[in-house]
Structure formats: structure tokens, C-alpha cells
């Protein structure tokens, strides 16, 4: 990968993430939380949502580790449960937001390497190219991982509408140590890797399909198997 192609995928990386967090805070606000606003977390600036560990220390462990999924991400938007106006129902939808920021970048990036590569605006191997679909790769990955119903992924805020109190107390503890057991599971459970890994891949491969860019996309995908 040369400069150019890392620079322009890391800027786009970096707009996703942000999205992803400052969507959480958007939604939050809407439904009558404004603790990210009055934090200043309302913002695509990265810097505003940098975390040492989930942007930097957790994905550079995982890429020399060999990990067969490297993830990382934000610092987390504050929510106060107690601020939104149905908690139960609003935090459920402050969950999802993430998700589906990344879902509509990826959409988004897909038609616009779709019409570049289908009017001949760039080539097959162009700096543009590999660009896009890294980003587009990237957003699918944001989206499958973030919807595992583990706490504290996004996943399990849509699961805990679903819960009895008692099963949502419970349910809730886990979330104090969710990252280790992500992170156990993810390098001593292999199935639960692959399953991740065939999930991404799928996913990518379905907005190929769509969009007619499974070959742009495909080298990206062999490159990350």
C-alpha cells in the first residue's frame, strides 16, 4: 500500500469512526440526552474522539498479533440513561445510530466507486480505487462488529429492549468486563473469529454485488482473508 493509498484511506477511516460516535451523540440529543453536546462530542473532528486504548493501543495489539479481525474505535459518547425521555426504547435507538451511520457510508461509498469505475472516471487499479473500497470494507466491518450483542457493543443495547428487568440487570454487569471477553473470545474461541470474519466478507461481498463493484472490492477482501 503506498502513501497515497494509506493517507486517503485513513482520512476516510477516520471520518467513519467519528461518524459513528458523533451519530450516538446526535440521537441522544434528539431523544433529550445533551451530555454529548455540552461535551463537545456533536463533532466529525477526530481529536474530539480519540481514546488511547480503542484507537490506537487496541487495534496496533491486534495487527501484530496476527488476529485474524483487527477492530478498534472511539472514545465512547456519553449517554445519561436517566436524560432520555423513553430510556429503555431511546437508548436501544441510540445503539443503532452507530451502526447505521457506518451502514449508510458504505452505501454512499459504494455508488460513488460504482459510477467512477462504471463510466471509466478511474481505473480498476487506481489510487481512488483501492481507497474507496478499503473504506467501504472498513464501514461493513464497523457495522457486523458493532452489532454483536456483547456489552458494550451497539448490539446489545437493541438486545437489552428486549429484557426483563432482572435479565437487564444481569445482562448489564457484563458490560464491565465485555472487552475482555470480546477480546478472549476473539483469540481463543476460532469459531467465533471466523464467524466475524465470514460475517465482514459476506456483508462486503453482498454490496458488490449490488453495486457491481465486487471486483474493486474483491482485492481488498483477498487481501484481509
Known sequence: MDTIVAAGALA??????????????????????????????????PIAHIDLFMTILLPGFLLFSGSPVIFGGAKPVPVNLARLRNPRRDWALVGVAGPASNLLIATGLSLVLSVLRHTGAIGPTSAATEILAIAIFVNVLLVVFNLIPIPPLDGSRVVQYFLSDAQLIAYRRIERVGMFVILGLLFFVPGFSRL??????????????????????????GGAS
Not at 466475524?196 to 477482501?221: M, N, P, Q, T, Y
Open 196 to 221: 466475524v470474519a465470514d460475517g465482514v466478507f459476506a456483508c462486503a461481498s453482498l454490496f458488490g454485488f449490488v453495486f457491481g463493484i465486487g471486483g474493486e472490492l474483491g482485492s481488498v477482501l
Open 12 to 45: 476516510l477511516v477516520a471520518l467513519s469512526v467519528t461518524t459513528h460516535e458523533a451519530a450516538h451523540g446526535f440521537v441522544a440529543n434528539r431523544l433529550g440526552d445533551p451530555t454529548a453536546r455540552d461535551q463537545g462530542r456533536l463533532t466529525l473532528n
